[in-house]
């Protein structure tokens, strides 16, 4: 047997013991590699051997161990934050990529109502293959971090049960209050680059890439939200605006051409909706939240001003 399978055994069961033994992984592999490749144990006895060598150490019980005891904490993708932690999750497969090396069976992004997190099955685990927009049960998979960001890992403990019910996916949204403090260049009335791919706004009739075009409009606000701690920027696409303001697309081109003059629109709009408190919440692009949907709110967002005002009436 390669040391290559012995390493991918040995991490296994490093990862068994994580939580009770401050184990080797060259301890194991050396255990394993001496029943396997001196006294040509088969490797399922070998590993059974190593396990419970370790279990008598740890005093534990066979049943107390990650691998199939069912005694995991099930969790949501947003509660994974430390790696090396033995989890049940329910979850949709989102993607599916393409594996860049032999030990990957399958790699791709889960997804619960909570947001969305890497998978990485190896091919050792000998697993059926998850499919794409399908919902599974997944007991037994262990977390992993790479540079701040989380995965999981499906390995031979895994179990893995076709749910009947679909798991929701969550996009991540954020939820920001505040009251409208500003509305920023380029709101309103604004054209865009007809160009393939490109829509950047236009500035007087150019775009940054392709130069002077025939532009098309659209509406779009570039807010800033204030809660009196910190300030978000928030972008409106046409259908939030509309919402926002009540004004359509063909409402602001005939103010527009009255007034001869696109900057009307703006005007309008800001009259309307700035100083005004909302709720927003939307996917963040940048340091911007792409509002998704926003509620006006009938006075300020902070409860002490609110109670404040309560007293004084
Ligand atoms: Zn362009």
Redesign the pocket.
Known sequence: MSDSDLRTHAEEIHEQFSDQLDLDVEDVQERLDTLVNEYKVPMSEARRSVVNTYLDEAGMDRDQLGGGSGGNEQVQVSDVDSPEEWVDMRVTVVDLWDPRADAVAQVGLLGDETGTIKFTKWSKSDLQDLEEGKSYSLRNVVTDEYQGRFSVKLNRTTTIEELDEEIEVGDDSVEVEGALVDIQSGSGLIK????ED???V?QNGR?????E?EGEFDLRIKGVLDDGEEVTEVIFDEEATEELTGITLAEAKEMAMDALDTTVVADEMREDILGRYYRVTGPTFGRYVLADDQERLTGPVDADEVLIKARSI
Do not use: D, F, I, M
């Open positions: 865009r680059c007809p160009e490109c829509t950047r236009l775009c940054s890439e392709h130069g075009v």
